[in-house]
């Protein structure tokens, strides 16, 4: 199936061609503007009888889709690490309201805290929800080579700041990718009233109707200890030092 997203061309039974300008894949609900018209409509991809423009059928699909992009790019850094681009990292949390969950890639020195900012390497589930990108020219439902490619090529002198080695955490990396995915992710942040750390690593689901994670504790990722205070104040300062 090809992917959806906004600017995508389809074909409607009774109304004709058109352009889908919003996509929701976690209810199969999308936007669309046919011909001239001046406002859109509004139509479920499970019985609307919505086509692509070469006339492939759209089927929404059964099973829930990721809420999050954070198992694609677990994937991808793996990957990356793989490939000797072992000074990239993840540091992944919730959003205040605690709707949606935050992701943000960087490279360079492992610092967890004063963590480097470029444009396009952070974002969240609530607009991957609308149109499942990561923001640097990648298409919907690529691989993880594909990803791999799109950000090498999007930010070349920004992937070549993650080429070097640091085994310690690749390690981990790697050890936490083969206990989580493909229905989970990790959290760094803490969500415990009186702020003290949790002694293993918080799991997140990627999916709806996932059961909960079942599988060994998981350490803090290298480095983490030496953040922590103990003091719910010191750790709120970590959590989200920059709002986007």
């Known amino acids: 199936m090809k992917p ?8 409607h039974r009774y109304r004709g061609y058109g352009v889908i300008t919003a996509v929701n894949l976690m209810t199969g609900w999308i936007s669309a503007r046919f011909g001239s018209e001046g406002r859109t409509l509004d139509l ?24 999050m992009p954070h198992g694609r790019l677990m994937a991808m850094m793996r990957q990356l690490h793989e490939a000797g681009y ?3 990292y993840l540091y992944s949390w919730p959003k205040p309201s605690g709707l949606h969950w935050r992701w943000h890639l960087f490279t360079g020195k492992r610092h967890w805290y004063q963590r480097s900012w470029r444009e396009g390497w952070y974002g969240s589930g609530a607009e991957y929800n609308l149109n499942p990108v990561l ?3 990648d298409s919907p439902g690529e691989s993880v080579t594909e990803l791999c490619s799109a950000l090498a090529r ?5 992937l070549a700041q993650a080429l070097g080695r640091d085994e310690d955490h690749s390690r981990w990396f790697a050890y936490v990718c083969e206990a989580l995915l493909p229905n989970y992710a990790y ?8 702020g003290s750390i949790p002694d293993s690593l918080p799991v997140i689901p990627l999916r709806a109707n996932v059961p909960a994670y079942a599988g060994p504790a998981l350490a803090w990722p290298q480095g983490w200890a030496a953040l922590w205070s103990g003091t719910r104040g010191h750790f709120m300062s970590l959590s989200d030092p920059v709002r986007y």
Not at 5 to 10: C, F, K, R
């Open 4 to 11: 959806l997203a906004p600017g995508t061309v389809i074909f």
């Open 187 to 194: 959290s760094l942040g803490v969500d415990r009233s009186d």
């Open 44 to 67: 479920n991809l499970s019985c609307d009888q919505v086509q692509h423009a070469d006339g492939e059928a759209i089927h929404f699909r059964a099973a829930p889709p990721d809420r």
């Open 86 to 88: 072992q000074r990239l």
């Open 135 to 137: 923001g640097w020219g």
């Open 154 to 158: 999007f930010d070349p002198q920004g």
